[in-house]
């Protein structure tokens, strides 16, 4: 997979929704009903971050939910990308971006959203043909402003903001021209996880999804 192509496939997923639910999933048993919940309130774009010995077999639950798109977050190595692919995630989302990284994403036909901190992380990615990208933490990178200032001299690369993101700041991220949506977890809540109300999620995800950008 060339870059150009990833990001044209990472971009087609940032527009499904005006956010990404970011997942931290402990009980891969309640993945399946999370992922239908959260689709059911119009975020179909999901990201399970690799940070539980429960996430892989999470994203293989969710990639069978009919109208979801179950990416893999978290990418540190070439091992991730693989088990990635394998569970069947869709895409694959990175906090930094290594030539390794790319590669083995690349190479496994992952498009990857790979994470940006400072000018220099944007313009490495533009010159090897990405367009879009993670801006990551954004909000202890400056937040809105910080990412309104790169579209100045990048106007080429298009962002999905992650880090300290709420309901009360995405408004902030989706008007800025350079923004194709946002990345957060308050969503999908533990408690409410953890009390399998998902119809509490799904109105969570109904009044993220109607943000508008």
Same mark, same amino acid.
């Given at each position: 997979?060339?870059?150009?192509?990833?990001?044209?496939?990472?971009?087609?997923?940032?527009?499904?929704?005006?956010?990404?639910?970011?997942?931290?999933? +402990?009980?891969?048993?309640?993945? #399946?009903?999370?992922?239908? %919940?959260?689709?059911? @309130? $119009?975020? =179909? /774009? *999901?990201?399970?971050?690799?940070?539980?010995?429960?996430?892989?077999?999470?994203?293989?639950?969710?990639?069978g939910?009919?109208?979801?798109?179950?990416?893999?977050?978290?990418?540190?190595?070439?091992?991730?990308?693989?088990?990635?692919?394998?569970?069947?995630?869709?895409?694959?989302?990175?906090?930094?971006?290594?030539?390794?990284?790319?590669d083995?994403?690349?190479?496994?036909?992952?498009?990857l959203?790979?994470g940006?901190?400072?000018?220099?992380?944007?313009?490495?990615?533009? +010159?090897?043909?990405?367009?879009? #990208?993670?801006?990551?933490? %954004?909000?202890?990178? @400056? $937040?809105? =402003? /910080? *990412?309104?200032?790169?579209?100045?001299?990048?106007?080429?690369?298009?962002?999905?903001?992650?880090?300290?993101?709420g309901?009360?700041?995405a408004?902030?991220?989706?008007?800025?021209?350079?923004?194709?949506?946002?990345?957060?977890?308050?969503?999908?809540?533990?408690?409410?996880?953890?009390?399998?109300?998902?119809d509490?999620?799904?109105?969570?995800?109904?009044?993220?999804?109607?943000?508008?950008?």
């Amino acid at each position: 997979m060339t870059p150009e192509h990833a990001s044209e496939l990472t971009a087609r997923v940032c527009a499904l929704a005006p956010v990404v639910p970011v997942l931290v999933i +402990e009980d891969a048993a309640s993945a #399946a009903d999370l992922a239908r %919940a959260l689709v059911r @309130g $119009g975020l =179909p /774009a *999901l990201e399970v971050t690799l940070r539980t010995p429960a996430a892989l077999e999470a994203i293989r639950e969710m990639a069978g939910v009919e109208g979801g798109v179950v990416g893999a977050g978290t990418l540190l190595t070439e091992r991730d990308v693989e088990a990635a692919k394998e569970a069947g995630a869709s895409f694959g989302v990175s906090p930094g971006a290594t030539d390794r990284l790319l590669d083995a994403a690349e190479a496994n036909d992952l498009p990857l959203l790979a994470g940006t901190a400072t000018a220099s992380d944007v313009m490495r990615l533009l +010159e090897r043909g990405y367009t879009t #990208a993670k801006f990551f933490p %954004a909000e202890a990178n @400056g $937040g809105a =402003p /910080a *990412l309104k200032a790169l579209a100045a001299p990048l106007p080429q690369m298009r962002f999905c903001p992650t880090g300290g993101i709420g309901l009360g700041n995405a408004r902030d991220y989706l008007s800025l021209p350079n923004t194709l949506c946002v990345g957060g977890s308050w969503v999908a809540p533990k408690d409410l996880v953890a009390a399998g109300d998902w119809d509490g999620i799904a109105a969570l995800a109904a009044e993220a999804a109607a943000l508008p950008r």
